[in-house]
């Protein structure tokens, strides 16, 4: 089974709907990541969170929200979808000693 | 600004040989280094961590840390079409911990 996982794999929806992906973990990590790419794009980070209560922005939080509902799930959440949220998604996790960090299988999100 | 640079590419190399790849940063602090593939479509996969000056070898890849040049290396010995994909280079912020990306670089080897 994979270590991180991501649900939905793929999603379309329309501008204004919300949206929520989701994203578990068996690697027993306190570190949790959601990244968006973009065609020709590197990462750019969305949040992060280091524990339960530790929830903090990235350089692109506009837009989004995220809940850490224990220690394996970290959820992200578009309020209400525009066109330019159009993207792939991942998720990572990382025990923090070596700063390595691992990936989900990502969502890919078109907004219509 | 931290800020990690990569050579867009594409970068063609010849089946058996080296490719080289380059990487360079800007937070002079930074102590970790990693070097990521991934394909199209697909997500990031670890290939190598190095946290020292110098060379570190796994296999067929060999990454080689600069830390006065700030500049961080990926070498893959024997390459194979299997290895072509885009490979990231991202650095740990001094400050935050986190890592900074570059935007990658797409190598193709040709059978």
């Known amino acids: 089974d994979a270590d991180v996982t991501q649900t939905p794999r793929n999603r379309i929806t329309k501008t204004g709907k919300r949206i929520m992906l989701e994203c578990s973990q068996t690697?027993?990590?306190?570190?949790m990541y959601w990244y968006r790419q973009d065609p020709g794009l590197g990462l750019r980070l969305i949040y992060y969170s280091f524990d339960v209560k530790d929830i903090n922005k990235g350089e692109i939080s506009d837009g989004y929200s995220v809940s850490r509902q224990a220690q394996a799930k970290f959820s992200l959440s578009l309020e209400s979808a525009i066109p330019n949220q159009t993207a792939l998604y991942f998720c990572?996790?990382?025990?923090?000693?070596?700063?390595?960090?691992?990936f989900g299988p990502g969502t890919r999100l078109t907004v219509t | 600004q931290k800020e990690v640079e990569q050579n867009s590419g594409p970068l063609s190399v010849p089946e058996g040989a080296i490719a080289s790849l380059n990487c360079t940063y800007s937070d002079r602090g930074s102590q970790s280094f990693f070097w990521y593939r991934q394909y199209s479509g697909k997500s990031p996969e670890l290939i190598m961590s190095i946290y020292s000056n110098g060379d570190k070898e796994d296999g067929r890849f060999t990454a080689q840390l600069n830390k006065a040049s700030q500049y961080v290396s990926l070498l893959i010995r024997d390459s194979q079409p299997s290895d072509s994909a885009t490979y990231l280079c991202?650095?740990?912020?001094?400050?935050?911990?986190?890592?900074?990306w570059g935007a990658g670089t797409k190598l193709i080897i040709k059978p």
């Open positions: 990572a996790t990382s025990s923090g000693s070596t700063g390595e960090q691992y």
């Open positions: 690697k027993g990590h306190d570190r």
């Open positions: 991202a650095v740990e912020t001094d400050s935050n911990y986190q890592l900074i």
